[in-house]
Structure formats: C-alpha cells, structure tokens
C-alpha cells in the first residue's frame, strides 16, 4: 500500500527550495548589490537557482509552460552570455513565485512518477527520469545554499546549520523502492565533496580569510560526521582518533586542523562508510542508530542520516567551492554527474 504524501526525493526538493530560500534571505542589504570579491553575485545566484528551478520541476518533470521570466533569464545568461550581474530584488521575486508552484507540483507526485520520463527535455537529457531531476535539484539547490552561506558570514551573519529543519523529509516513512535512490544521492554527495576538497587552492585550505571556515575545518568536520554516522553508530566501530583529537563536531569552536591530514581522515571515513551504505539493508534503514545533538531532531534511523547527510554534504561543497573562489579556485560545476543515482535509475546508459 502505498504511503501517503509525495515520495521521499520529492520531500528532499520541498526541503531544499525552503533552504536555499532561508540563504537568500539571510544574505544581509550589504550584500545585495555587487559581488564581494571573486563570489558570484547573491542576485544572480538566486536568479540562477530560479530559472533551473523552474525547468527542472515545473517544465521537465511537472511539464507544464516555463515562466516568462525565467524563459528571458535563459535567453539572456545562458544564450546570449551576458556577465553574471543581476538584481537582488527581482531573482528573489522570481525565486518565490516559480518556487510556489514547484512545491505544488512536488506535493501532487507519488512513487509511480519517479520512473516516469522527463517532458520535453534537452535530448542529452532525454533518458533521464522524474527521480534523477529531483535529485540533481536536491543536490543544486543546497549547493547553492552553501554558496550564499559564505556571503552571509562575511557579513558577520551567524552560521545558517545547514541543511536545516528538513520538515519535509526526516522521520518520513518512504517506500522500499526508495531505498535505492536515498544512498544513491548520498554516495553522490560523498564523490561531489571529495571533489572540490581536493581541488581547494592552499589559501583556502589554511583559513586565510577572515570570519570563514578553514578548509581543514569543513573538510575533518564531513569526515567527523561520517565517521560517527556509518562507523560508531552503525557498525559499533572505534571512532577515528585523529579526529576525535581535532573537537571539528557541530557547535565546536572553530579549529584549522592540518589540510592534509583532513583529506586523509576524510578518505578513511568514506572507505568504512561506502562499503555499509552499499550493502545497507531495509533493517538498517529503520534501526534507531543515535540521538541527536539538536533536540528537535530527536532519534535518528539510518534512513534519518541519509536524509540529512546528503543535503549537509552538498551544501558544504558549495560552500567549500565559494571559499576557494576566493582564493582564485574554478567553478566545480556543483553537483556535476550524479553516476549513482543515473545508476539506479537506469538512466544515462
């Protein structure tokens, strides 16, 4: 029988449109107008996220018209190659209509829809699902988020605890079918950060810039978390001593922990991680694995972690690539090819 509400990917989308709108938000007026420094422009970031919103899910996959706003953004940035300059003001505003309608559009889908084909797509994208979209939306918008979050704390706004309340998605039943396609995005989120982390120029690696992150910081905290996630919890393993030394856990002070012995710590986590997550089980999945720090969030199953590990990682991508932008780092391209979800759902073959 089938559970009520949308399914999970599409409950992660609702989630990550809330979030990255909570970015946008926090960015503070200072902000709002030209670039600071290397960072691409909050306005235009947020007009970016709204016109691939509205493709994505309102276009390809709910198959209705494209907006006419994002159809002149398209035409404009994209065709054309105009520089990435655009008003704060107008992006949000286009941002939260196309996002109404996504959420309605989101909130009508059930399981069936997530192995249905995408509606007038590009023709490269012609063998993509309805899951495969909603996933690469998941993992975009929250990058994006990330992105914008290091605008914020260069303005001396608080930290933003991405990925957030995730109201939609956590302690949400979800059919067995959907197993899959959670690890999926999870594995996919794991490659997408072990990417840009070992490409973070040396500056920013070191923390060379004030009221942000070091690199080594973000880089052993992703490591800390899987660590305690997929080896303490799950497998009643020893936690990693390296990092248990470093104090990089939510809430702790910021550290800046050596860059290459977080990648290295980071790589030991992934390996005794992978290996569970893909032999994870449907016992697994319901297995209360810990109880978190944050009191909302309560008892967490392993499906639980999913939920917020992908969203958590790809949004510290995000901010990892902004941060190296400052240090003269290229555009990663977030979140570049997600080859486990195209996996398990059979597409791009």
């Not at 509400?5 to 409950?11: D, E, K, M, Q, T």
């Not at 942000?212 to 990693?240: K, M, S």
């Not at 980071?266 to 810990?290: M, S």
Request: aromatic share 8%; with cysteine; hydrophobic share 45%.
């Amino acid at each position: 029988m089938a559970l009520d509400g949308p399914p999970i990917l599409a409950r992660l989308a609702l989630d990550a449109i809330e979030q990255f709108e909570r970015a946008a938000d926090e960015v503070p007026p200072p902000g709002r107008g030209g670039p600071i420094g290397r960072l691409a422009q909050p306005g235009w970031v947020i007009g970016h996220a709204a016109s691939t919103l509205d493709a994505w899910v309102n276009a390809w996959c709910g198959g209705g018209e494209h907006d006419a706003w994002s159809s002149k953004w398209f035409e404009r940035f994209v065709v054309a190659g105009a520089p990435p300059n655009a008003a704060f003001d107008e992006t949000r505003a286009a941002y939260q209509r196309i996002a109404e309608r996504a959420r309605r559009s989101l909130e009508g889908l059930d399981e069936a829809a997530m192995t249905s084909p995408l509606k007038g797509p590009p023709d490269d994208w012609a063998d993509h699902t309805v899951g495969v979209l909603l996933a690469r939306t998941v993992a975009h918008l929250f990058a994006h988020a990330g992105e914008l979050s290091v605008t914020c704390s260069l303005l001396r706004r608080p930290d933003l605890g991405l990925p957030g309340e995730m109201r939609h998605s956590l302690h949400t039943p979800i059919e067995a079918s959907s197993m899959g396609p959670l690890v999926a995005l999870d594995l996919d989120a794991r490659q997408a950060f072990s990417m840009v982390a070992a490409a973070l120029p040396v500056p920013a690696q070191a923390g060379a810039f004030a009221r942000l992150n070091a690199g080594g910081w973000i880089v052993a905290h992703i490591a800390e978390q899987d660590d305690q996630y997929w080896g303490v919890h799950a497998q009643g393993l020893e936690a990693d001593a390296w990092l248990s030394s470093m104090h990089v856990r939510y809430g702790d002070e910021a550290s800046k922990p050596p860059y290459a012995e977080a990648l290295d710590a980071l790589q030991r986590t992934f390996d005794r991680g992978t290996w569970y997550l893909e032999a994870i089980t449907p016992e697994d999945f319901g297995r209360v694995l810990r109880r978190s720090r944050i009191a909302s969030r309560g008892e967490q199953t392993g499906q639980d972690l999913l939920v917020l590990q992908a969203p958590h990682a790809y949004a510290l991508a995000g901010e990892l690539a902004a941060i190296g932008s400052l240090a003269g780092g290229a555009d990663p391209g977030l979140p570049r090819t997600m080859t486990h979800t195209l996996e398990v759902a059979g597409a791009g073959r």
